[in-house]
């Protein structure tokens, strides 16, 4: 019940600041930045998004190689796409798909639950490696060029800080063969709850592959990361199209700001981000001495994106039995086709 009333309650926000952000630049305003764009630069934009996509799929598919699992490509697309639409839709700051992603993995292929989860975080370490320097630069210009209040500029800081000593620290004990995930929750006292204490060994387990990747596996982890560049310099391409098609002259440091501000306006728990990105970006366009209901058009345009690969993601969903109200909203309903009943994922080969 508490994750209903919370989920509501930030989709409720999340409509209220979108709605007062479009009263606040127009309506009228945001129509005639849209009427800029037409079908065919619209996909183009696709074009860049779904190269980036295919890529990370890639990406994902050798990491599984190293693990000595070849998976097709079609049973990856399907996983991510469900991952994608649960972080998507949950009020979480982008986690949360994760152990879906690998449960359906699971339902799917041959890949067991520890091992899909160890190659679920293999890739999102990927990500987070060569985006972080980015979201910094982000967050310090941030720092830099609004007059915040101490609390947020505090808060800030404490958000750059723990992101790269848990980043820093979690290389340092992969090339010591030591344990990450273990050692956070010891450390968090989070053990000695019964549920995790029961799941110690599950997670020592699918620990272990992820220590055995980063050690025998460096070269593809190196070219993993390579490829995660190729797919944000198309994202930053389709972004810059964008921008370019709405007539708004952005320079490259522009636009890498803008991609980078939108990406910190995501944390917020609110379903989708819908309305907090709106909002986020409009001011950020108006900083950078933009039209904020250009950057208004801009996130609906990328939202537009984004929804083509929920509707998959709910279609893909359905297809493997799961319940959609239930799997979004309180994380739960994953239909066991073999018995019917509904389990959550949890760490189990």
């Known amino acids: 019940m508490k994750k209903v009333t919370f989920f509501v309650t930030s989709a409720v926000i999340g ?16 129509w005639q930045a849209l009427n800029y764009f037409s079908i065919s630069k619209w996909f183009l934009v696709l074009v860049l998004y779904t190269f980036q996509f295919f890529l990370t799929l890639y990406r994902w598919k050798i990491i ?3 693990q000595g699992f070849e998976v097709p490509v079609g049973a990856l697309a399907g ?14 700051p982008n986690v949360g798909g994760e152990a879906i992603r690998a449960y359906v993995l699971k339902r799917d292929t041959s890949v067991p639950l520890s091992q899909g989860l160890a190659s679920v975080i293999i890739d999102k370490v990927m990500d987070f490696s060569y985006a972080l320097p980015f979201v910094l630069f982000g967050i310090f210009y941030v720092l830099f060029t609004f007059e915040l209040t101490w609390k947020i500029i505090a808060g800030l800081l404490v958000v750059s800080v723990t992101f790269v000593f848990l980043l820093v620290l979690f290389f340092y004990k992969m090339a010591r063969k ?5 050692d956070i929750i010891r450390f968090l006292q989070l053990h000695r709850l019964a549920f995790i204490a029961r799941a110690m060994d ?9 220590i055995t990747f980063f050690n025998r596996d460096k070269k593809i982890f190196f ?9 944000g310099v198309a994202v930053i391409m389709a972004l810059w199209l964008i921008l370019i098609f ?48 250009d950057g208004v058009a801009y996130t609906l345009i990328f939202r537009s994106v984004d929804l083509i690969k929920i509707a998959f993601g709910l279609l893909f969903l359905s297809h493997f ?21 509904a389990t959550p994922p949890r760490l189990a080969g």
């Not at 007062?20 to 945001?30: A, H, K, N, T």
């Not at 109200?325 to 018995?339: H, L, S």
């Open 246 to 293: 709405l007539h708004v002259e952005a320079s490259l440091f522009d636009v890498i700001i803008i991609s980078t501000l939108t990406v910190i306006t995501f944390l917020l728990p609110i379903p989708g981000s819908f309305g907090s990105t709106e909002t986020g970006v409009a001011l950020i366009f108006s900083t950078l001495g933009f039209r904020p209901e």
């Open 223 to 231: 070219r993993g990361i390579a490829m995660s560049f190729i797919g």
């Open 321 to 341: 039995g799961l319940k959609i109200g239930q799997t979004i909203v309180k994380g739960q309903g994953i239909k066991d086709n073999n018995n019917g009943q």
């Open 202 to 210: 599950k997670i020592a387990k699918f620990e272990q592959a992820i």
């Open 15 to 30: 409509i209220a600041l979108f709605v007062g952000v479009i009263l606040r630049v127009g309506p009228s305003s945001v």
């Open 178 to 182: 030591k344990e990450f995930f273990s």
């Open 64 to 66: 599984l190689k190293s």
């Open 79 to 92: 996983s991510k796409l469900v991952g994608f639409t649960v972080d998507y839709l949950t009020p979480s």
